[in-house]
């Protein structure tokens, strides 16, 4: 039961344009959503949150866009970079309870930022 | 380093075998995560403690793997009897564990690779 999908394995951006990395969830209990990157051989790198309440945060050249009746959330990167070429996963977790903290991952996708 | 640290970065072993790791969270977290990702997949959640209580465990950890975190700082993971589909990359994450949820998110160690042959 995949609760959060990333439904492009990869996205192939030209530097200096807008790279869009898509995510949607199943689960209605989740309330916090977050973004890592990641590079080979390094573990997971975080990138971006948001949290329910709010449906856009911003952090210099990375926005994310949470439309919560449609459970889908969205990265934006502008401009796009060469260093920005990694692995991206969608996270989301409850913010409350017990199982806060806790982490389901979707399966990634790879951007490709080229020069 | 102030990071967090997994060792080995890479274990190959026999069916069979058990094999142990470690983690070493960023100093003072109190909470510390165990996932397992497979090829093509993302992290998938194994256990996680906050200071020396081990509060939940997946459905993934059969009772071949156990975890622990004695006093609070570093973490094992051992897994009894490998077989080849534990084949995977193991990884451990720690977060302050303040408030009702962590901002900045969890730090991820860089993972030990395990290999069943």
């Known amino acids: 039961d995949q609760q959060v999908k990333q439904n492009s394995p990869s996205l192939s951006v030209q530097e200096g344009r807008i790279s869009i990395l898509n995510c949607d969830y199943t689960?209605?209990?989740?309330?916090?959503f977050l973004w890592y990157k990641k590079y080979p051989a390094e573990g997971p790198t975080f990138l971006i949150s948001?949290?329910?309440?709010?449906d856009k945060n911003e952090d210099g050249r990375f926005t994310v866009f949470l439309n919560k009746s449609a459970k889908h959330l969205s990265l934006h990167i502008v401009p796009s970079q060469p260093g920005d070429s990694a692995v991206y996963f969608c996270?989301?977790?409850?913010?409350?309870?017990?199982?806060?903290?806790?982490?389901?991952f979707g399966q990634g996708t790879i951007l490709t930022v080229h020069p | 380093d102030t990071g967090v640290s997994q060792n080995p970065r890479h274990k190959i072993t026999k069916r069979g075998q058990n094999v142990t790791f470690r983690c070493d969270p960023i100093?003072?977290?109190?909470?510390l995560y165990w996932y397992r990702q497979t090829l093509g997949q993302g992290p998938e959640f194994l256990t996680y403690?906050?200071?020396?209580?081990?509060?939940?465990k997946s459905r993934l950890l059969s009772d071949r793997f156990s975890a622990e975190r004695p006093k609070g700082s570093f973490s094992t993971l051992e897994i009894q009897r490998t077989e080849q589909g534990d084949s995977a990359m193991y990884l451990c994450?720690?977060?302050?564990?303040?408030?009702?949820?962590?901002?900045?998110?969890?730090?991820f160690g860089p993972g030990t690779r395990l290999t069943v042959l």
């Open positions: 994450a720690s977060s302050p564990g303040r408030g009702l949820a962590d901002p900045g998110g969890q730090f």
């Open positions: 689960n209605s209990m989740f309330d916090y």
């Open positions: 948001i949290s329910s309440i709010k």
């Open positions: 996270a989301a977790s409850v913010a409350g309870g017990t199982s806060y903290g806790k982490l389901t």
């Open positions: 100093s003072e977290h109190n909470r």
């Open positions: 403690f906050q200071n020396e209580a081990q509060l939940e």
